[in-house]
């Protein structure tokens, strides 16, 4: 956070060409489509492979714009939402008009500022991590992850205890609705070296390890995870959830595959 | 270039993480569009801003896919061509199909294979630094530098070194037929902030310094120039060329301006 205070340089010509700096790049890129700009979103993996990913578009996209897989995934839900990594609120915003009591909770300060601008009634900056802190128990008839935020359990070892978290806040009869994808369905090289890489550093294949930039601002690196449903029932496995089922597309999109939404109960 | 050897990290975990590897992202990039493959290209500034760059379907594109500049431009073209930075060949195919003789230089080797595989007839990995002894004095009717490539003089120390090589290898009559826009035609605080910093460090305000990144690759460096219509006819005024006259666009693009092709002769 305190990036600015590193070392001595003075007038910044190279000591280190490119290097962005540290803050809401998601966000400032919400804010901005917000504002009427055009966006990007551009992620960058820990091991040197970068590459373009939705832009703000994306993240404002309404309930018929959303593919079947998503909107099927909303027939799921039930009761008082949770949303993890709400962004710009357009699961929030859908299941709010649908009725639904719900709180969006997001890391950024710009996606909780955007998504409470846009009419989501309690938003609010809380890390995943720390939701038994934030929320009393027994809160909410279901979690959703939507987006392939079933990622922010981060890697093997902090997934349990996040999950963990949630089944606290969620009552005993909660749904958790979880959206990624099985990473080893591709063929790039890029990406099945990247898997191997994570093998040999003790990590699952999707355990990716990432930052958005944006313009000037990068976010901190932080773990996304990237998990095949056999993955996601282990993970759940030690936790008090159950993988109960995976809503897999109708078709599968053609530059990707993999893509499911885990339904998970206690 | 030999950027393996260049510390003792053993597992690669995390040392510097993000760190790309340097080599051929440009023409990788162009290899994979040529192999049918859905590409883009990311610019990463030296202050740290990073933005997408148009894709390969932009460098394999036809004339009638071109602005109305590009088009116009070419109408400025006579006998034997000089195409510096000819990246997929997509001005030389047209101009040979002209009639012309076109020679292709590109400091990327898989840009170079690309235009030799699409049918340049002459295409050679040559900087245009060394075209004077690439070249015989007196060789071409006609230098293009389209596609913002004048930007290829670097910086101002630079340009007029360029620019005089590629005057010895130049006919007497000569024209040299330049793409590049005025950088400081934004609102954008983020340039608006790097022309300044350009500026406090000696530099001109559009001498970008920039590299390409694509996948796990990252170019090495460069220095890219942006420069107005007043300095374009400076640098140029420090050697054989004149600046004649400028061509605009009919009209201004949507979300850019300062757009202009410079017909210089000797």
């Known amino acids: 956070?305190?990036?600015?205070?590193?070392?001595?340089?003075?007038?910044?010509?190279?000591?280190?060409?490119?290097?962005?700096?540290?803050?809401?790049?998601?966000?400032?890129?919400?804010?901005?489509?917000?504002?009427?700009?055009?966006t990007y979103q551009i992620i960058e993996r820990d091991d040197g492979w970068i590459g373009p990913s939705a832009g703000g578009e994306h993240y404002f996209s309404e309930f018929d714009e959303w593919t079947e897989l998503e909107q099927r995934a909303m027939g799921h839900v039930d009761g008082r939402v949770l949303d993890v990594g709400c962004g710009a609120g357009r699961h929030a915003l859908y299941l709010q008009n649908e009725g639904h009591d719900v709180t969006g909770i997001d890391l950024s300060p710009g996606a909780v500022a955007v998504a409470r601008e846009r009419g989501v009634e309690d938003v609010r900056e809380v890390d995943v991590a720390d939701v038994a802190e934030a929320f009393d128990a027994d809160t909410f008839d279901s979690v959703v992850m939507m987006g392939n935020n079933f990622g922010l359990v981060g890697t093997a070892d902090r997934a349990p205890g996040i999950l963990d978290a949630l089944a606290e806040v969620a009552t005993d009869d909660a749904t958790l609705v979880a959206q990624t994808r099985d990473p080893t369905v591709t063929d790039d090289d890029d990406h099945v070296a990247y898997h191997e890489f994570n093998r040999e550093r003790g990590r699952l294949p999707g355990a990716l390890r990432i930052r958005v930039r944006y313009g000037g601002l990068a976010t901190e690196w932080?773990?996304?995870?990237?998990?095949?449903?056999?993955?996601?029932?282990?993970?759940?496995?030690?936790?008090?959830?159950?993988?109960?089922?995976?809503?897999?597309?109708?078709?599968?999109?053609t530059d990707a595959g993999g893509d499911y939404v885990g339904i998970l109960t206690r």
């Open 1 to 38: 956070m305190d990036d600015a205070a590193t070392d001595g340089a003075d007038d910044g010509a190279s000591e280190r060409p490119g290097e962005p700096q540290t803050g809401d790049a998601f966000g400032e890129m919400l804010r901005d489509h917000h504002a009427g700009e055009e």
């Open 222 to 253: 932080s773990d996304y995870l990237m998990a095949a449903p056999e993955t996601m029932a282990d993970l759940a496995g030690e936790t008090p959830w159950d993988l109960d089922e995976t809503l897999e597309p109708d078709e599968q999109l």
